[in-house]
């Protein structure tokens, strides 16, 4: 089922759940690969992450909030900086970036990865050292390329032929020579444990390997004095749970080293094997261990360089959802329960919670499956079949499709969904002006604000009425129109508000 712009399809919606979905031995049960590292049961059956209760997280700063436990998070970094020693760890910004964020990333010293010149604005901010940031995109502006030029930033990916036209001129006219790695897109779409592989790629990102584009962008590259191309780039999806996709990838774009060497008599001296490692989001995943996944891939370029005759290049990887996913659940507060009759002897009960489709779209967006268990105390009922839905208005406004939770869950309980640390924040919206949820970092028994609430205020501070309409309009009234704008939205109107 997917959500449609006319409305869900209602055969479809009521459909039984795919099997095999049966119910958990234990619905109090925190999967270890699936919950934050520090996640327990307190005594009152209650949840508890970094020591702090999620009863006193909720009843601080409300619900949803999205919760991080920073152990982990930081843990997950340093596991990935000791598997890739030797090779360059970027965490790549887009799956979870505030300002506390960066800097943990950057005290565990691994580089960040970034895509728009606003996510290298947060991370300059945060006093991220420019050197150790790469940034991606493939629409790059010359305002965005200048800002990265000027504050140093340690890699620029070339994303298409007018980029690097634009990227050598303002090297030129700044007097530097960025180094830059060329993004090669090599015709392989990896996703959990199938993937694709095609002599052509039909996407927007980089230069295909297929017609000869990629290297027809390192010989330009090569030639442009104000440019020092480093090396080659390659990112081959998300959510990937084995190796079998990056070592096709491998391959080719190692192939590609081959021929640059071949014609150029130039060994490129870094290879960029971009992200795409994936976690579990339900008991039954069972991804990549980071450790094995680095020796994998070291051997899988160890063995195509040799066969190429090739030193081994320094390698990179852009960790995103592996690192951010799992450190952080939401909690949410229970509001109706609704059990649905779907026929054949179905019942499906929709829990609502007070956020949804606006703090965590992947399900909507992506059928991603997510798990979820009471926080507040233990399960004290049978598993009944289960579907967790916002408050949005919009039937495929769903955040955990298919669960069991307990009979016995009711208006008030706290419901908590654990990896949504990676695309759920950055993808959130402002959907039925729903402020977006805060992050609380949890760690040795201390909980503290990354990122509050945002209020209706917050929201309200970006709409300015229409004052010059009003103002005409209600000329001859009475009431003069600032005052009117302050009462009909509740906030002062844009023209009244202080200079920042
Ligand atoms: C999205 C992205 C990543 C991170 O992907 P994950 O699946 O979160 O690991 C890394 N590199 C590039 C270029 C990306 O676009």
């Keep these: 089922m997917r959500a449609h712009e ?21 619905l109090d049960s925190l999967a270890p690969h699936v919950w934050p590292a520090t996640a327990r049961r307190g005594p009152d059956g209650e949840i508890r992450v970094g020591g702090v209760d999620l ?18 998070f930081r843990s997950r970094c340093r596991r990935w900086r000791t598997a890739f020693e030797g090779a360059t760890v970027y965490y790549a910004a887009k799956a979870l970036l505030t300002l506390g964020i960066a800097r943990w990333v950057a005290d565990e010293q691994l580089g960040l990865d970034v895509c728009t010149g606003d996510e290298l604005a947060v991370a300059l901010r945060a006093g991220v050292d420019p050197a150790r940031i790469v940034f991606h995109g493939n629409n790059k502006s010359d305002a965005e390329l200048r800002t990265a030029l000027q504050a140093g930033v340690g890699r620029i990916v070339i994303d298409a032929f007018a980029e690097l036209r634009r990227l050598a001129a303002l090297g030129a006219e700044l007097g530097v020579r960025p180094d830059v790695l060329i993004r090669v897109t090599v015709g392989v779409e990896a996703h959990t444990h199938e993937f694709i592989a095609t ?43 084995d190796t079998a996709g990056f070592e096709v990838a491998a391959h080719r774009v190692v192939g590609l080293l081959r021929t640059i060497r071949d014609q150029h008599g130039i060994e490129l001296p870094e290879l960029n094997l971009g992200g795409g490692v994936g976690v579990a989001y339900t008991a039954d995943d069972d991804p990549v261990d980071v450790a094995e996944f680095a020796a994998q891939v070291r051997a899988i370029v160890e063995r195509e360089c040799a066969a190429a005759g090739l030193a081994v290049p320094r390698l990179a990887v852009e960790p995103g959802r592996a690192i951010a996913g799992p ?30 489709m606006s703090d965590n779209i992947r399900a909507a967006l992506y059928d991603a499956a997510y798990t979820c268990a009471l926080a ?7 598993p009944i079949l289960a579907r967790v839905v916002g408050k949005h208005c919009e039937a495929g406004d769903i955040v955990v499709r298919d669960t069991f939770v307990s009979a016995d869950i009711q208006d008030g309980d706290l419901l908590a969904v ?17 402020g977006r949820p805060p992050l609380v970092a949890v760690r040795d028994g201390r909980a503290r604000l990354l990122v509050r609430r945002e209020t209706i205020d917050d929201l309200l501070r970006l709409d300015l009425g229409d004052d010059l309409n009003r103002g005409e309009c209600t000329a001859s009234e009475d009431t003069p129109p600032d005052t009117r704008t302050h009462d009909r939205a509740g906030v002062r109107s844009g023209a009244a508000e202080p200079a920042e």
Aim: proline residues 7%.
């Design 55 to 72: 009863r006193a997280v909720a009843a601080e700063f409300g619900t949803p909030c999205y919760v991080i436990d920073e152990t982990d």
């Design 199 to 241: 002599a052509h790629e039909d996407q927007k990102f980089g230069f295909s390997l297929a017609g000869g584009q990629a290297l027809a962008a390192v010989t330009e590259a090569l030639g442009a004095t104000s440019l020092r191309l480093v090396g080659l780039h390659s990112h081959i999806g998300s959510q990937i749970f």
């Design 418 to 434: 654990p990896v949504t640390g990676a695309y759920c924040r950055s993808l959130a919206s402002n959907y039925n002006y729903l």
């Design 376 to 382: 507040n105390r233990r399960a004290a009922g049978e």
């Design 327 to 356: 450190p952080v659940l939401t909690v949410y507060r229970v509001g109706t329960v609704k059990p649905v009759d779907l026929g054949g002897g179905f019942v499906r009960t929709y829990v609502s919670v007070d956020g949804g």
């Design 6 to 26: 006319a409305g869900a399809l209602h055969a479809e919606v009521a459909e039984p759940p795919a099997l095999p979905l049966r119910p958990p031995a234990d």
